[in-house]
């Protein structure tokens, strides 16, 4: 059974720049939901994704947006960096419709700088 | 009030005791509940899941919920030193339909 894989694993951008991250989910998982987790703090939500179609959203603004493929691999594009944006961001898989599941598999996630 | 609550610690334990970690939550329609395990520099694992009020074991882990109290916990029973990390919990805000989790507590076992 393949796990959840994300990449690139580190990078560096400046502010303003704009990034794209990846996620190929856990096989006969089909939902994706993605997370931002900043030192010291617990992962926080971005948003979701059930065959192809966000259906949750956190507190993040537009400029965080993302996509799910029929393979239920994942993108998470960063428009407009900011300097607050540097984080450790996650990406999970999960089974079941999507609504109400937390049962989480998470990749090892994308290190982010914004200088 | 924050929505999921943790102590972040750190917990120190001495290695072979009962290890405590505890949790509130605000949302009283909450049914969904985990607890996720993050070594230093690892992404976060799934180690409990509890949906009904009471104790659910699962070898050395014991997670327990009390929906009237709004609280959870989990107890580690005979601690080892590669139980040190921290333990962040989940809860499902079925409100908003997404997983919030907690800051995490950090558990430090010492031998």
């Known amino acids: 059974e393949t796990g959840v894989t994300q990449s690139p694993t580190h990078l560096i951008k400046t502010r303003g720049q704009q990034v794209t991250l990846r996620c190929s989910s856990q096989?006969?998982?089909?939902?994706v939901s993605w997370y931002q987790q900043a030192l010291g703090q617990g992962p926080q939500f971005i948003f979701q994704?059930?065959?192809?179609?966000?259906?949750g959203r956190g507190n993040f603004p537009p400029r965080f947006s993302g996509l799910q493929f029929p393979n239920y691999s994942s993108e998470l594009n960063v428009n407009a960096l900011e300097l607050d944006d540097s984080a450790l961001y996650l990406c999970?898989?999960?089974?079941?419709?999507?609504?109400?599941?937390?049962?989480?598999?998470f990749g090892e996630g994308s290190r982010l700088t914004v200088l | 009030q924050k929505e999921v609550e943790q102590n972040s610690g750190p917990l120190s334990v001495p290695e072979g005791a009962i290890a405590s970690l505890n949790c509130t939550y605000s949302?009283?329609?909450?049914?969904?509940f985990f607890w996720y395990r993050q070594y230093s520099g690892k992404s976060p694992e799934l180690i409990m899941s509890?949906?009904?009020?009471g104790d659910k074991e699962d070898g050395r882990f014991t997670a327990q919920l009390n929906k009237a109290s709004q609280y959870v916990s989990l107890l580690i029973r005979d601690s080892q030193p590669s139980d040190s990390a921290t333990y962040l919990c989940?809860?499902?805000?079925?409100?908003?339909?997404?997983?919030?989790f907690g800051s995490g507590t950090r558990l430090s076992i010492r031998p």
């Open positions: 999970a898989s999960s089974r079941g419709q999507g609504t109400n599941t937390g049962e989480l598999f």
């Open positions: 096989s006969g998982h089909n939902t």
């Open positions: 994704y059930y065959r192809e179609e966000e259906n």
């Open positions: 949302d009283r329609g909450s049914q969904s």
């Open positions: 509890i949906y009904s009020n």
């Open positions: 989940a809860v499902w805000y079925s409100s908003a339909s997404k997983i919030i």
